[in-house]
Each structure stands twice: as C-alpha cells, then as structure tokens.
C-alpha cells in the first residue's frame, strides 16, 4: 500500500506540498464526475486503492465529500465517519489535531450519531446551513408558525455553540439573542430534526441531521454485510480491487463508503501483495 511519510525536512515538506496540490487538483475532477454519476460506469472512476490515503485531513474530508454516495429521495448533505479518516490519513493524531481546528474555524460541525456506537459524523457547514434553510422555506410554504426560530438557531446557536450537544437553559438563552423564546420553538426545531434530547440527560440535546435516521440503519445493517462477506471468504480477505466492486444489498451507501469506515474503525485491515492491496478481517 503507499504510504505517506511525515515531514522531516525542507525537501520533504516540499514535496507533501506538492502531494497535497496534486490532490486538490483531483478533487476537481472527482466532484465532476460525482455530479455525472449516472453517466459514468464503475469502471471509470478511480480505484480506491489510488485514493485510499491523503496528505492531510482537509484533503481527505473535501475529496470524501465530492465521493459521497448519491441517494435517491434523500436531502441528507454529504457526510464524513470520522473513522473513515482515521483509514484515510495515516496519523491519527493528525487527524484529531486538524479536525479539532476545521471545526474551531467552522469550516466543518461534527455530530455524535445515533446508532448504539461511538460514531461520529463530519458535514461541512455550508452544507449544514443550506439543509437548515430548505427546512426553513418548506415551514413557510406549509405556512408553519414561529419559523423565526430557525434564523434564530443559525445566527445565534449554530454560529456559537460548536460542540455536539447543548444545554436546555443554554439554547434558550441563545435563542432569546434573536426574540422571545416559547415552547413550541424547541418543539419545532426537534420536530424538524434539528434537535433530539439525550436519554440520559433530558436537560441535554444533540445536535443532529435532518433526514438522516434510514441511513444510520443502513449504514450499521451495510457494515455487517461487508463483513460476512468477507467472512465467508478463504482467510477472510480479498483484493481490494474486486472488493470495491460489489453491490450491498442493505445500504444505500456504496462499499467505499463501508470500506473506509471499517478500515478506520480497525475491523479491517489492509496489506500489499505483488498481485495488489488485500482487505481482511482484523477482529471476529
């Protein structure tokens, strides 16, 4: 598999230099021919083992991004696992020092995910503000009262609170920046999917995804697919190559999607023959 060493030297950091720029030069690419998918076969793209790591975690976040499997009858943005970085950026502590700063910089919002496991998701702010405002006008169009609250929640909570959670008596304080907050404003942003409370906190909400609860199943039922595929295989492995090309049955995420986030995750792992990049189970 190629790796990508850290920078000792001035020659080195050029030359990550040069890595990066390249990369950000497919990303381009990649992004066209994301919008074009239904135009170009399988075979066209580039195989996965020739973007399986990147030089650093903005690299990696904005190619993902533009990969992002299209989901028919779905308004979800694109989303990044954080473990798919951890498969994509070979120091961990990279990762989490550069995630850290896009998301202080409010480039990124990470959201703790509802699906039983320590799962992470990573969406672009604009992203986030552009489904925030398609909720917003579909409230108006419905002529659903006390849709201020939304501006409310951009301006004033989503531009200051950059954690995964808040608390009750901090939204309202928050909210009230923008007006006097009632009831039915936290109802209504839980309602659109905004908000949900936490179980063992019900003074706490999370931040979460609109739309989002039918890809969390099929992102868990996806996992377990690729893994008893691999499992019925002789030592549990196959060619990375012949690996990618499968078809899930239960997700509507593509195996790249399952690959990278079970690499990362440490349920897979990776190792280079003369013939190519193998994937086999690491744990049972």
């Not at 989303?79 to 970085?85: E, N």
């Not at 799962?119 to 659903?144: G, P, S």
């Not at 039915?184 to 906190?201: E, F, K, S, V, Y």
Request: charged residues 30%; positive net charge.
């Amino acid at each position: 598999m190629k790796r990508i060493a850290n920078p000792e030297s001035s020659s080195s950091s050029g030359a990550k230099k040069r890595r990066r720029e390249k990369e950000e030069e497919e990303i381009g690419c990649s992004h066209a021919a994301n919008e074009d998918r239904g135009k170009l076969s399988e075979d066209q793209c580039h195989p996965l083992q020739d973007e399986l790591t990147f030089s650093d975690t903005s690299v990696a976040l904005r190619m993902m991004r533009a990969q992002f499997p299209r989901i028919e009858q779905s308004s979800v943005p694109p989303f990044i696992l954080q473990s798919q970085l951890y498969s994509s950026v070979n120091d961990r502590t990279q990762v989490d020092r550069e995630l850290e700063s896009l998301r202080r910089e409010k480039v990124v919002r990470v959201f703790k995910l509802n699906t039983g496991q320590d799962d992470h998701a990573i969406i672009f702010l604009d992203d986030y503000l552009n489904q925030v405002d398609r909720i917003e006008k579909r409230m108006e169009e419905k002529k659903q009262s006390d849709v201020e609250v939304f501006k409310w929640f951009k301006e004033h909570v989503i531009d200051s609170r950059l954690e995964p959670g808040i608390r009750h008596d901090e939204l309202c304080s928050l909210l009230s920046l923008g007006g006097t907050v009632k009831d039915a404003h936290i109802t209504l942003l839980i309602n659109a999917g905004l908000l949900t409370r936490q179980l063992i906190d019900p003074d706490m909400y999370w931040f979460t995804v609109p739309s989002v609860g039918k890809l969390w199943k099929g992102l868990l039922q996806g996992r377990k697919e690729l893994l008893s595929l691999l499992k019925h295989k002789r030592h549990k492995e196959m060619f990375l190559a012949q690996l990618e090309k499968k078809r899930l049955r239960f997700s509507p995420l593509d195996m790249r999607f399952h690959i990278r986030d079970l690499i990362g995750s440490g349920h897979l792992k990776t190792f280079q023959t003369t013939s190519g990049l193998v994937v086999r189970v690491s744990r049972d």
